[in-house]
């Protein structure tokens, strides 16, 4: 997107705002086990919505539903309606890997292919055909680098492995990765839990940016961190959503006294 | 703690019991040190003991005696009519020059029974010897000439010390007049040791002296090739659908059992199943590497599987997720990223399941690759036989001259499979991957 005059930024943005994902009434099974009881939320375009929710809740579970990549895991049965765009994801004609393609996941620990730089970034737009030479890929991986804020770092070694960066660099490249596919929603489960705060904050800032083109769906365990990057957070608690709403009014005046209990620190 | 030191107020540290228990503990730790230092003493002895029998029965067999005679190369012999013609020159009766070289040597001895005696100095593969040489230089006919040839068993084992000559001549094999002939052509300088080049380059014969491993070699070539080819594969590829695609079920548990109690199935068994299906309803030659392959992959398969299957699951599930995350498609995950981050530890697993099927020797016993095969196979469907079973052969064979010659394939054997796990461990440290 171009950077226009302020106002116009602003007024698009606010046009953009509409509900990207609806989702109603989610159930999750992982065999006999219950994860997900009922899970209703609405994820509005061009926004960072954070999960919050102490461990086992079922924030990740329902992450994973958007992406399905719950799909791969024995066992899991989902059940409920989640709508993209309108369109029911688990519906029979929607094909998962182009779900996937669209919706961009960031995982808890960076985990980079153990190849170059390169070609872990290049890797999405191969298989999805996105490039038609290699000077289109070129293009395509420094863009997304650029966009992942780590060009600066690595443009001399793009060549070299990607697990020689370290953590914070790995995860910024994973972000690349998913970036290069051009997805619409990115998916981010505790990306900094692996990080050093200095490391974090550049993932936060880069975050920030990237809400402008994209929307963003963010499990973390720190509260600091969703006040600081959300305008949407939804808390969870064992494996039902309690309350959800602007970040500001949860975080300073939740109506639900289990969610006070939680960001104030009294359990979880 | 004990009263005493709860009344000087002592901590749990300071308190006898705590000492005694330290104590008690640090003896259990020395015992059991010792135990497995005790363990592998005695593994390792064994082992040294194992080789050491092998490698001092064996060396000789790396070299050969020869006897050198004064051949004389004579036109009536070889070419009676003149014509050097080549076919002339290829069927003529080159045992005979050895015969009269020997009786030049020896005019004393005239009785047939002496004289058999006095021609089984010289090995019978002489003959063969002399006609190449005729053949790629016609001109030595009507010449002498001192030739190297190759020495009969009997003298190879009295020159390598194998035959004792203090046993009284009843109990020898070797009777004192070939003793005295013998120390004749030793005090003349005829008698030598060279390098038995003829071990590696020779096949199967009933005559010690000329049996060489080379058609065994080959046929444990051929034999491999057919049981990687198949084996390698199928396993991965059976692995690969288990681990990434099958659905978990009560069927795929069912598979998984019998992969593995199928690693622990005798292998005589596979040679029973190779015989009832390869020969007696596909057909296929007996005692052929096609079939003998085709019978080991059957046997290795397991292996493959199994190891494979560990090597995949030992790939990271984040490699996974992150393809899969991207809008791979299983398939593309599995191409792409597990496979080829797993391929190390598959290859270790086939090599070791290889070198398994290459010492080898039940199953192919009931396919036919016992029969004696003098010929180097030249194919996958020629007749032939593989190492282990040529040591088989060779030590259930009566002459003492095979002693050193079975010692000599373990050796070489041993070698191969050495070679063989060495490979194996340099692509898993080569290759290896730490996330």
């Known amino acids: ?88 994801i688990y519906g029979p004609e929607v094909d998962e890997v182009l779900l996937r393609a669209r919706v961009g996941m960031v995982f808890q620990k960076p985990n980079p292919f153990p190849k170059s730089i390169y070609d872990n970034v290049a890797y999405g737009p191969r298989i999805h055909g996105l ?16 966009k992942a804020g780590l060009i600066k770092e690595v443009q001399d070694r793009l060549h070299s492995s990607g697990t020689g960066l370290s953590g914070g660099q790995q995860q910024r490249l994973c972000i690349a990765r998913a970036l290069a596919v051009r997805p619409d929603i990115i998916l981010m489960d505790e990306p900094c839990s692996a990080l050093d705060p200095i490391a974090t904050a550049k993932v936060e800032e880069l975050i920030d940016e990237l809400k402008e083109n994209y929307t963003i769906i963010i499990v973390t365990h720190s509260m600091q961190q969703a006040a600081r990057i959300s305008q949407q957070t939804a808390f969870f608690h064992l494996g039902e959503i309690v309350e959800t709403g602007d970040t500001e009014k949860l975080f300073t005046s939740p109506s639900d006294e289990r969610t006070q209990g939680y960001i104030t620190g009294r359990f979880g | 703690m004990t009263d005493q030191a709860q009344k000087e107020g002592g901590n749990a540290w300071q308190s006898e019991a705590f000492i005694k228990n330290l104590t008690k503990r640090k003896r259990a730790e020395r015992r059991f040190r010792l135990t497995g230092l005790l363990a592998i003493i005695t593994a390792l002895t064994l082992l040294a003991i194992l080789l050491f029998s092998i490698v001092s029965k064996g060396y000789t067999a790396f070299v050969q005696t020869f006897v050198t005679l004064d051949i004389t190369f004579s036109e009536e012999v070889i070419d009676p009519n003149g014509t050097r013609d080549p076919m002339e020159l290829r069927s003529a009766n080159y045992s005979k020059l050895v015969q009269n070289a020997l009786r030049a040597k020896f005019p004393e001895v005239t009785s047939r029974r002496d004289l058999r005696r006095l021609f089984s100095l010289v090995s019978g593969d002489a003959d063969t010897k002399l006609r190449e040489m005729v053949e790629n230089n016609p001109e030595l006919i009507g010449k002498t000439e001192p030739v190297s040839l190759l020495a009969g068993d009997d003298v190879d084992m009295v020159n390598k010390g194998y035959i004792d000559r203090n046993l009284i001549e009843d109990d020898r094999r070797v009777k004192d007049m070939e003793l005295s002939w013998l120390d004749v052509l030793e005090a003349d300088g005829d008698i030598e040791i060279h390098f038995n080049t003829g071990f590696f380059t020779n096949g199967d014969s009933r005559e010690p002296e000329k049996a060489g491993i080379a058609g065994a070699m080959v046929g444990s070539f051929y034999t491999l090739v057919i049981t990687m080819v198949i084996a390698f594969p199928i396993g991965v590829m059976t692995a690969i659908y288990l681990e990434e695609f099958a659905a978990k079920n009560k069927l795929t548990d069912l598979i998984e059992v019998n992969i593995n109690n199928l690693a622990a199935v005798p292998s005589i068994v596979f040679g029973l199943l190779g015989l009832a299906i390869f020969l007696n309803v596909a057909h296929l030659p007996r005692s052929a590497p096609i079939v003998g392959g085709l019978t080991l992959a059957l046997m290795t398969l397991p292996t493959i599987i199994i190891a494979a299957r560990a090597a995949i699951r030992a790939v ?44 080898e020797t039940a199953p192919l016993l009931m396919i036919g690759m016992v029969a004696f095969i003098a010929d180097i196979p030249s194919g996958f469907g020629d007749p032939a036989t593989v190492m282990p079973v040529q040591i088989f052969l060779w030590a259930d064979s009566p002459e003492r001259a095979f002693v050193e010659k079975t010692s000599g394939a373990i050796m070489v054997l041993l070698g191969f499979l050495i070679l063989m796990n060495a490979f194996a461990i340099f692509l898993r440290k080569k290759f290896e991957r730490r996330w």
């Open chain 2, 316 to 359: 990271p599930d984040s490699i996974r997720q992150a393809a899969l995350g991207l809008g791979a498609s299983n398939q593309q995950a599995a191409f792409h990223h597990i496979l080829p981050l797993s391929m190390p530890g598959i290859l270790t697993g086939t090599i070791i399941g290889l070198s398994q099927a290459l010492g």
């Open chain 1, 131 to 146: 490039a038609d030479n290699k000077d289109d890929l070129d293009e395509i991986v420094l863009t997304s680098l650029e």
């Open chain 1, 1 to 88: 997107m171009q950077i226009q005059a302020d106002e116009n930024v602003e007024a698009q943005r606010n046009a953009d705002h509409g509900v990207i994902i609806a989702t109603r009434d989610v159930n999750v099974y992982y065999g006999d086990n219950h994860a997900l009881h009922g899970v209703s939320l609405d994820i509005n375009k061009h926004q960072v919505t954070s999960l919050i929710g102490p461990s086992g809740c079922g924030k990740s579970t329902y992450l994973r539903c958007i992406n399905r990549m719950n799909d791969t895991v024995d066992g899991c049965r989902v059940t409920g309606e989640i709508m993209l765009d309108g369109v029911d």
